[in-house]
């Protein structure tokens, strides 16, 4: 019951900005996505996959940023910010190779998106985000997870989280393997206001 209350009230924007800002995923998305942007040059192009009500765009002033997300209720709230450079499209993570087929990105972000698809649909949007980055771009991304060494009780709260696709920290690094190469991996299950495990990472086309 906990369970289908909280998937009911996480369709309304309001609800889903709430939560993020209360268990502090927002502010933990925030430094990784400004820690990614301050380790490179240049960055002009950004796609943010699954980027809910493009509360990132907020973090990045003057790049031309494009978000896609499968939530309209999400992508009206984005809208509605008025923000300038920014192109939100409603749209399935999986399809981003024929939505975005002409274009390349500096960097693109998977924010907390892997866990919630299939296993099969992960290849292919790992496969299709290795097709949309630049020579010299960067997958930067967080995704849910459990590992070694993580306390009990963030091990119960992380089996909580809506996703049915939550990987071992070893079972994403081999799955973001097969398609790119890893600069950066980090697992850890403190930066929420709760006990929380979480893995991020960067990573590149693979020859690059």
Same mark, same amino acid.
């Given at each position: 019951?906990?369970?289908?209350?909280?998937? %009911?009230?996480?369709?309304?924007?309001?609800?889903?900005d @709430?939560?993020?800002?209360?268990?502090?995923?927002?502010?933990?998305?925030?430094?990784?996505?400004?820690?990614?942007?301050?380790?490179r040059?240049?960055?002009?192009?950004?796609?943010d +996959?699954?980027?809910?009500t493009?509360?990132?765009?907020?973090?990045?002033p003057?790049?031309?940023?494009?978000? #896609?997300?499968?939530?309209?209720?999400y #992508?009206k709230?984005g809208?509605?910010?008025?923000?300038?450079?920014?192109? &939100?499209? #409603?749209?399935?993570?999986?399809? %981003?190779?024929?939505?975005?087929?002409?274009?390349?990105?500096? +960097?693109?972000?998977?924010?907390?998106?892997?866990?919630?698809?299939?296993?099969?649909?992960?290849?292919?949007?790992?496969?299709?985000?290795?097709? &949309?980055?630049?020579?010299?771009?960067?997958?930067?991304?967080?995704?849910?997870?459990?590992?070694?060494?993580q @306390?009990s009780?963030?091990?119960?709260l992380?089996?909580?989280d809506?996703g049915?696709n #939550?990987?071992?920290?070893?079972?994403?690094?081999?799955?973001?393997?097969?398609?790119l190469?890893? @600069?950066?991996?980090?697992?850890?299950d403190?930066?929420?206001? %709760?006990?929380f495990?979480?893995?991020?990472?960067?990573?590149?086309?693979?020859?690059?």
């Open positions: 019951m906990i369970r289908l209350v909280r998937d %009911i009230l996480l369709r309304h924007a309001f609800f889903y @709430s939560l993020q800002y209360l268990l502090g995923s927002y502010s933990y998305r925030k430094k990784v996505v400004l820690s990614a942007l301050a380790a040059e240049g960055v002009q192009t950004v796609l +996959i699954g980027c809910g493009a509360e990132t765009a907020t973090w990045l003057g790049n031309k940023y494009m978000g #896609i997300d499968i939530s309209p209720a #992508i709230k809208r509605e910010r008025g923000l300038k450079e920014v192109t &939100l499209i #409603i749209g399935e993570a999986q399809n %981003i190779d024929s939505i975005f087929s002409n274009q390349k990105f500096d +960097i693109i972000f998977l924010l907390g998106v892997l866990h919630h698809l299939p296993f099969d649909d992960c290849k292919t949007v790992l496969a299709n985000v290795s097709h &949309l980055l630049n020579d010299y771009g960067v997958l930067v991304g967080i995704e849910t997870a459990t590992f070694d060494g @306390s009780m963030s091990r119960y992380t089996n909580l809506r049915r #939550i990987l071992t920290g070893s079972g994403w690094a081999r799955l973001l393997e097969e398609e190469s890893i @600069s950066e991996f980090r697992c850890d403190s930066s929420l206001t %709760i006990p495990g979480m893995v991020s990472y960067s990573c590149r086309k693979k020859g690059t």
